[in-house]
């Protein structure tokens, strides 16, 4: 079993930057996938940016070329660059690990972005 601990989220104005951090519990490059989620009320959890173990990275439409996915294999903690934040990247963020076909979730962390 994977515990992730998610930290870095918090109150920025718009075109501000945050970056988040996903600390795992073991070894980042045993796990087949990472990535962060996020969901606002009412929402379904979506995918935001995911990093595989070989090291590709897949962004959703609405955050690529702002976000960046990366990884420190020394620290096990996998993060999330978010630059020029808009007032519709508000919600809790995920972290996301998938190992041995099972799939294992942060507590979250919230960011809000004010206009």
């Known amino acids: 079993q994977v515990q992730l601990v998610e930290s870095g989220g918090g109150l920025v104005q718009a075109g501000g930057s945050l970056r988040l951090s996903c600390a795992a519990s073991?070894?980042?490059?045993?796990?087949?996938?990472m990535g962060w989620y996020r969901q606002t009320p009412g929402k379904q959890r979506e995918l935001v940016a995911t990093i595989m173990r070989g090291g590709r990275t897949n962004y959703a439409d609405s955050v690529n070329g702002r976000f960046t996915i990366s990884r420190d294999g020394v620290k096990n903690t996998v993060y999330l660059q978010m630059n020029s934040l808009k007032p519709e990247d508000t919600a809790v963020y995920y972290c996301y690990a998938h190992l041995n076909a099972a799939g294992y979730w942060g507590q979250g962390t919230q960011v809000t972005v004010s206009s």
């Open positions: 073991e070894s980042i490059f045993s796990i087949n996938a």
